[in-house]
């Protein structure tokens, strides 16, 4: 029940009534008209833009339209008052009676309150973490993880048919440094001293597990082949072996692809997809023979002053058309890429979405230029960029790993804090702005403790109902009876308060679907939990406003409906962050 979405539908019908009156003409485009929740709350309950946007088109001042609009507004449903506002917002207050249907639904759909069909099914890709299979994942790779995750989650709950994705980059120089530093853990494994790790080469003691794997299965017998025999047979083996450690990675953070695809897979088998992709933009004038000018200002790593294979990029938004083969033959990264992408394209998907870490920044309108010419502009991908994670422990920067030699890794730092603070402290905040994890104050039990203050929330009013149910044991307080509770007890403003606040919920769900941002649920979370808390505290001072009182069963269960409201709500926007709605902290 989006009672924004109900409320824009009698903003439409206001509309077309005065078209019918004449009193505006007919043909406006109404796709711009929102209808919100007041930046202030003091305005009313609901705000709409419909004045302001229709000015221009229909040749009237904002002002002069919201006169009329609100007059037909005031006829509609629950409307108790309408206000005009500045240059032409109108402003809408509606009677604490719609509220409480609004609960009774809640109370009713339960975890499943805010679910929608907005996606109606549309294929979704998003594809995220894809990590190089080079050693464990750090607390960067983390970061995208978590939010890729949630985000599949949201959009899944917002009836997207979503696909979860990893591009395993098993392909190109750093895999045959992987194997090469494997190759050195290898002859130690069989006695060797290797003395220093190289320069160059992966120092972390992960690799010592590869190694002995080697040496158990092959014996002395790699160190009598050449570099072109061993090479390919330990890269194999160093790869599945660090798959097979990113994936559980992954598992102690709750999060599990559907599919892993390889770089490798896309020129493997005698099918050559990159060549074919560059084939099919050939035959659409899109690539051609020629040669790019040198860049201005800073280098550009891709430009060669010769004769070369050029996607025309610019001609979809890109600043410069870009190269596909290397001098020496080989294809660019940008040409696999862009045989990925078609290979998505060719699934079925409409909607791409790719997260990836804030340096790749520079890669994003290359890859938007590449799905537009390779679906002719009828597939949209969105990039999702993840900005840095500083780790530090109050307040102090967290010293390297020893078992990664360079970073500390994330399952260092889920087995020390656990899934939920880190899955939660990695979308409180905007995925494009830098995040400061704190290891020792996401484990503070304490409001500045984003996690701890939401789900203390959902297990303080699970408690109400293990109060209730010892209080008064003849209570019936399953779903049937708070469904039928006189809710038109609940009159006290906090209340009435957290009732409109459960209200934006399916609202929030489907702009955070929208704009794939799942950081809005989270916002949204600790807001609730903020409000329910008030409350909470509110009958600590006044006995009358407590939960619970004995002798009014009726004020009881309707008090009851309105914490499982909260609950439900909680439970279901954790569920989509992947965080655990705690029954009771201790």
Same mark, same amino acid.
């Given at each position: ?39 202030? #709350?003091?305005?009313?309950?609901? /705000?709409?833009?419909?004045?302001? !946007? *229709? @000015?221009?088109? =229909?040749?009237?001042?904002? $002002? %002069? ?99 979860? #994705?990893?591009?395993?980059?098993? /392909?190109?120089?750093?895999?045959? !440094? *992987? @194997?090469?530093? =494997?190759?050195?853990?290898? $002859? %130690? ?99 051609? #023979? ?297």
């Amino acid at each position: 029940m989006n009672v924004f979405s109900i409320y824009l539908g009698h903003v439409h019908d206001a509309l077309n009534a005065l078209v019918k009156d004449g009193a505006i003409p007919a043909g406006l485009d109404f796709s711009r008209i929102v209808v919100e929740p007041p930046k202030d #709350e003091t305005h009313g309950d609901l /705000a709409t833009n419909a004045a302001m !946007v *229709l @000015a221009k088109d =229909a040749k009237q001042k904002p $002002r %002069e339209i919201a006169e009329k609009l609100a007059a037909k507004l005031k006829a509609a449903p629950h409307v108790a008052k309408v206000e005009v506002a500045g240059p032409g917002f109108i402003n809408l207050s509606l009677d604490a009676s719609f509220w409480l249907e609004v609960l009774r639904a809640a109370i009713g759909s339960g975890k499943d309150f805010g679910r929608t069909e907005m996606g109606r099914g549309e294929k979704v890709n998003v594809e995220y973490v894809s990590a190089n299979p080079t050693g464990p994942m750090h607390v960067g790779h983390g970061r995208g993880a978590v939010f890729g995750d949630a985000l599949a989650r949201l959009l899944a709950f917002a009836g997207y048919d979503v696909a979860r #994705e990893y591009y395993i980059n098993d /392909a190109g120089a750093q895999v045959d !440094v *992987l @194997a090469r530093s =494997a190759f050195l853990r290898y $002859r %130690e494994a069989l006695g060797d001293e290797i003395g220093e790790i190289p320069e160059g080469l992966y120092p972390g003691d992960y690799l010592i597990p590869v190694g002995k794997v080697l040496a158990e299965t092959h014996g002395r017998a790699l160190l009598q082949k050449p570099d072109g025999d061993w090479l390919p047979i330990v890269r194999e083996t160093a790869i599945n072996m660090m798959m097979d450690m990113i994936r559980e990675d992954l598992a102690s953070l709750e999060i599990r692809h559907e599919v892993f695809f390889s770089e490798r897979s896309l020129t493997a088998g005698g099918k050559d997809k990159v060549a074919e992709t560059i084939e099919f933009l050939r035959q659409a004038g899109h690539v051609y #023979e020629g040669r790019l000018p040198p860049p201005k200002g800073a280098p550009v790593e891709d430009w060669e002053d010769r004769e070369q294979t050029l996607f025309r990029a610019t001609a979809f938004g890109d600043d410069v058309d870009r190269p596909l083969m290397k001098s020496d033959g080989s294809y660019t990264y940008f040409a696999a890429d862009m045989a990925y992408h078609r290979d998505k394209i060719e699934r079925g998907f409409r909607t791409l979405i790719d997260v990836w870490g804030a340096d790749h920044g520079g890669y994003v309108k290359r890859m938007n230029a590449a799905v537009k010419a390779l679906s002719a502009g009828k597939v949209t991908l969105d990039v999702k960029l993840c900005q840095l994670v500083r780790l530090l422990r109050a307040g102090e920067p967290v010293k390297m790993s020893k078992r990664a030699g360079s970073f500390v890794t994330l399952r260092e730092v889920v087995d020390e804090v656990g899934v939920d603070p880190v899955r939660f402290m990695m979308l409180f905040r905007k995925n494009d702005a830098q995040l400061d994890f704190d290891l020792a104050k996401v484990i503070e039990q304490s409001r500045d403790n984003p996690v701890f203050y939401v789900q203390y929330a959902h297990a303080r009013g699970r408690s109400v109902f293990r109060n209730a149910k010892e209080t008064l044991p003849s209570l019936d307080a399953g779903i049937p009876a708070l469904g039928e509770a006189d809710l038109s007890l609940l009159s006290d403003e906090a209340e009435l308060g957290l009732v409109k606040k459960l209200a934006q919920w399916p609202r929030l769900v489907e702009s955070a679907a929208e704009f794939h941002e799942p950081h809005r649920v989270a916002f949204y979370l600790y807001d609730l939990a903020s409000a329910f808390h008030s409350l909470w505290n509110k009958g600590k001072d006044a006995p009358h406003l407590r939960f619970i009182i004995e002798d009014n069963t009726r004020l009881t269960l309707a008090r009851l409906s309105l914490v499982h409201g909260l609950v439900a709500v909680l439970a279901s926007g954790l569920a989509i962050l992947g965080v655990r709605a705690a029954e009771e902290m201790r």
